[in-house]
């Protein structure tokens, strides 16, 4: 209760071309990468979960390929309706 999640992750593109390649790539992705995925929209997961975002930044790193430089980079706080959900009983 009361903490925050710092996060900088890679994800989804909102450029559609690179986006569209991001998913072409998972398949190999997922296998040289333990798993990890190129196209997850991390605002949309971390907002459905319960989470708001007082602060984030979206950007490409300034270096590498597109298909794997998307990032998020902010701080998450569980919202009101999550905080009622997860009060221990």
């Known amino acids: 209760p009361?903490?925050?999640f710092?996060?900088?992750e890679h994800g989804l593109s909102p450029d559609p071309k690179i986006a569209r390649w991001?998913?072409?790539l998972n398949g190999i992705q997922k296998?040289?990468?333990a798993g990890c995925l190129l196209d997850v929209p991390v605002r949309t997961e971390l907002v459905s979960a319960?989470?708001?975002l007082p602060h984030l930044d979206e950007y490409y790193l300034k270096k590498g390929a597109r298909t794997h430089s998307y990032i998020y980079d902010g701080t998450a706080?569980?919202?009101p309706a999550g905080s009622e959900e997860e009060?221990?009983?």
């Open 2 to 4: 009361g903490g925050r």
């Open 87 to 89: 009060a221990p009983l």
């Open 77 to 79: 706080v569980v919202g």
């Open 22 to 24: 991001q998913r072409r």
């Open 31 to 33: 296998r040289v990468a």
């Open 6 to 8: 710092v996060f900088l």
């Open 50 to 52: 319960g989470f708001e």
